[in-house]
Nanobody, 121 residues
Framework: QVQLVESGGDLVQVGGSLRLSCAASGSIFRLNAMDWYRQAPGKQRELVAGITAGGSTNYVDSVKGRFTISRDNAKNTVYLQMNSLQPEDTAVYYC???????????????WGQGTQVTVSS
């Protein structure tokens, strides 16, 4: 019904930058809030940043001032600009979206497949 395709993960050195993208497609009536989560080996998945349909944002304390979440509603795409990357940012990053479907006009939750970010020291 809805697919979330992430891209942009890579291997970077400490202090480097990456930009993650997540494009939604399918039976979309409306995209509500969209989020980026991450999961490091042996750790629980954590919310990194979120953005509402109106553009309000929130961040986990550890990324404030370094990461910026944004969205392009015309493209059904959410971005995560990551600057000053540190080894502790190494994780698989997942896109999550709350989507109102054209088929039933109800909100459903969808996840992307994940993209690997590795920060090397």
């Amino acid at each position: 019904q809805v697919q979330l395709v992430e891209s942009g993960g890579d291997l970077v050195q400490v202090g480097g930058s990456l930009r993650l993208s997540c494009a939604a497609s399918g039976s979309i009536f409306r995209l509500n809030a969209m989020d980026w989560y991450r999961q490091a080996p042996g750790k629980q998945r954590e919310l990194v940043a979120g953005i509402t349909a109106g553009g309000s944002t929130n961040y986990v304390d550890s990324v404030k001032g370094r990461f910026t979440i944004s969205r392009d509603n015309a493209k059904n795409t959410v971005y995560l600009q990551m600057n000053s990357l540190q080894p502790e940012d190494t994780a698989v990053y997942y896109c999550h979206a709350r989507v109102v479907l054209t088929t039933n006009y109800r909100e459903n939750h969808y996840w992307g497949q994940g993209t690997q970010v590795t920060v090397s020291s």
